[in-house]
């Protein structure tokens, strides 16, 4: 059964501190996501990435970096968590190449509260 | 502004119909549509996909307006287990998938 796995469904953190969300995926797919769910805004993107050390901005960026060091696993890294960053994170994957009709695969999520 | 805007929520019973709608105004001619669903405590799950045709798969239909302005996802016959939050997204070919805030089902018994 394929999947995606991030590493925590829960963590409490408090502010200042750094926090590392672990994604891993067994699809050798090339694509990678960071999607922040909140009530009301739906899925945002965070950051994505289409190959190993390759990564681009989504939509909010901002106070969060990624790293993908290899290709199954992508990191998402708060560097000084702040209250406005407690959300459900959701990774995913896709094989997709360039646009085209790519199924995205979803991890369960981590509900990150930062205290 | 790209958006794409769904209903809040809906309700439907049980072994009945469901036509979700999504409108995608902005939408370009070569964005593909996308539907996911996310049942509670889980992460989102592919249903279906379009770009201009109406397409059918074992989990649901897609209708697709001639000017693809809106889509509709049909449930044939819902059941307790189609309770869920249903996204429609846009594939705009830039990996950024655009995502609807998302329909709410509540299935009656």
């Known amino acids: 059964d394929v999947k995606v796995t991030q590493s925590s469904r829960y963590l409490v953190k408090r502010t200042g501190e750094k926090v590392f969300l672990e994604c891993v995926q067994d699809?050798?797919?090339?694509?990678m996501f960071w999607y922040r769910q909140d009530p009301g805004l739906g899925l945002r993107l965070i950051y994505f990435?289409?190959?190993?050390?390759?990564?681009e901005k989504g939509d909010i960026p901002e106070g969060y970096s990624v790293s993908r060091e290899k290709k199954e696993r992508f990191s998402l890294i708060l560097e000084s968590a702040s209250t406005n960053q407690t959300s459900m994170y959701l990774c995913?994957?896709?094989?997709?190449?360039?646009?085209?009709?790519?199924?995205?695969?979803f991890g369960e999520g981590s509900r990150l509260t930062v205290l | 502004d790209a958006k794409t805007t769904q209903p809040n929520s809906m309700e439907s019973n049980e072994e009945e119909p469901v036509h979700l709608p999504c409108n995608h105004s902005?939408?370009?001619?070569?964005?593909?549509i996308h539907w996911y669903r996310q049942l509670p405590s889980q992460g989102p799950e592919y249903v279906i996909h379009?770009?201009?045709s109406n397409v059918n798969n074992r989990m649901a239909s897609l209708a697709i307006a001639e000017d693809r302005k809106s889509s509709t996802l049909i449930l044939h016959r819902a059941t307790l287990r189609d309770a869920a939050v249903y996204y429609c997204?846009?594939?705009?070919?830039?990996?950024?998938?655009?995502f609807g805030t998302g329909t709410r089902l509540k299935v009656l018994a």
């Open positions: 995913a994957s896709s094989s997709m190449k360039g646009q085209g009709t790519g199924e995205l695969f």
């Open positions: 699809m050798d797919h090339e694509n």
């Open positions: 990435s289409y190959d190993v050390k390759m990564k």
């Open positions: 902005t939408i370009s001619g070569t964005d593909y």
């Open positions: 379009g770009l201009t």
């Open positions: 997204t846009r594939d705009s070919g830039t990996y950024k998938y655009i």
